[in-house]
């Protein structure tokens, strides 16, 4: 998956723009250090599958998906390992959105630092916005 990506993220780069080639090249260790971040999120989704799926049954409660909430508990067992997953995750997502929006406004507007003018003033500024 790995080889994959790094192909496709290649590909992408070789016929991209001037401006998101440079984008990429500035944010090469960056992008190296996410995407071990994010597959390591999703190795502890599959090593903790066993206590995350019951949650899905939630959508299928007789009672009514908030009557679940109140009567469904996560085991004390599962507890941390869950909440490590969750933060885990929230804090591989949260370094990836400067890179995200940057993409995103590299398609919108050409230039990795234009937000739109109810936004803030570039990248850096959003990552503290």
């Known amino acids: ?3 994959d990506i790094s192909k496709a993220f290649t590909a992408a780069t070789s016929t991209a723009p001037t401006v998101l080639n440079q984008f990429a090249t500035e944010k090469l260790q ?3 250090s996410l995407q071990r ?3 390591h999120c999703i190795e502890l989704y599959v090593e903790n599958r066993a206590a995350i799926l019951p949650g899905l049954a939630v959508e299928m409660y007789d009672k ?3 009557a679940a909430e109140f009567d469904l508990r996560i085991l004390r067992d599962d507890f941390p390992r869950l909440r490590d997953l969750y933060i885990a995750s929230f804090e591989a997502s949260h370094h990836a959105l400067d890179f995200v929006m ?3 406004n590299i398609g919108a507007r050409r230039d990795p630092n ?3 003018p109810s936004g803030p003033k570039n990248l850096k500024a959003f ?3």
Do not use: C, R, S
Request: charged share 30%; proline share 5%; net charge negative.
């Open 37 to 39: 971040d994010l597959f």
């Open 114 to 116: 234009v937000f739109p």
């Open 127 to 129: 990552l503290n916005w």
């Open 30 to 32: 960056q992008i190296a």
């Open 1 to 3: 998956m790995k080889e």
């Open 102 to 104: 940057g993409l995103e």
């Open 64 to 66: 009514g998906e908030e």
